[in-house]
């Protein structure tokens, strides 16, 4: 009565055969692993699953960052590719204007509208203004500073030339943080 078994019936031929089988016997043998050693091994393993899922999910995380890059990319580049010639050039002009001449949103749209000048298409000119990228502040500053180099204007005079619409046509906030910041 000390020992659990099962049985199972067979029948062979007519003969019935009762077999019995030891439930112990169909436990795995025991290794030579002490309590301290399985603990540890157990640990290793939860770490090395641990590891293993932190890998995959970081590689999972850059595989999605690298698809959204790219798509992002075919976006941009079939953005850029529905875009006109003439705007484009428009905003390349307007980069230039600006980087060189250190011209206001206003004196760049203008100068890129007029027919004095470079004669581009209002819409053109409004997609350049619209998408160029650049510090009007310091464009306002650079000009300030060269009416005070070169002809030694007053503040409040290089002040007025800088939001006039006759002059740089720069806004009163531009303007004053060129004022407020010339040297």
């Not at 009565?1 to 055969?17: A, L, P, R, V, W």
């Not at 690298?66 to 428009?90: F, L």
């Not at 007029?114 to 998408?131: H, L, V």
């Not at 503040?155 to 531009?174: M, R, V």
């Amino acid at each position: 009565f000390g020992m659990s078994s099962d049985s199972t019936t067979t029948s062979n031929d007519d003969n019935t055969e009762k077999i019995e089988v030891n439930a112990a016997a169909e436990k795995p043998e025991a290794s030579n692993e002490t309590e301290e050693e399985r603990i540890a091994r157990e640990q290793k393993e939860a770490e090395e699953k641990a590891l293993a899922e932190e890998k995959a999910k970081e590689e999972a995380i850059a595989k999605a960052k690298a698809e959204e890059e790219a798509k992002a990319k075919a976006e941009a580049k079939a953005k850029e590719d529905s875009i006109p010639r003439e705007y484009k050039s428009a905003l390349r002009k307007a980069e230039l204007y600006a980087e060189t001449m250190h011209m206001s949103k206003t004196g760049i749209y203008d100068q890129l509208t007029s027919e004095y000048g470079e004669g581009f298409p209002k819409e053109a000119a409004q997609y350049a203004i619209d998408n160029i990228v650049f510090d009007w502040k310091e464009a306002a500053l650079k000009k300030a500073q060269t009416y005070a180099e070169t002809m030694a204007m007053s503040d409040s005079a290089i002040y007025d030339q800088l939001i006039s619409e006759y002059g740089e046509k720069f806004t009163p906030e531009e303007a004053k943080y060129a004022i407020d910041n010339l040297e």
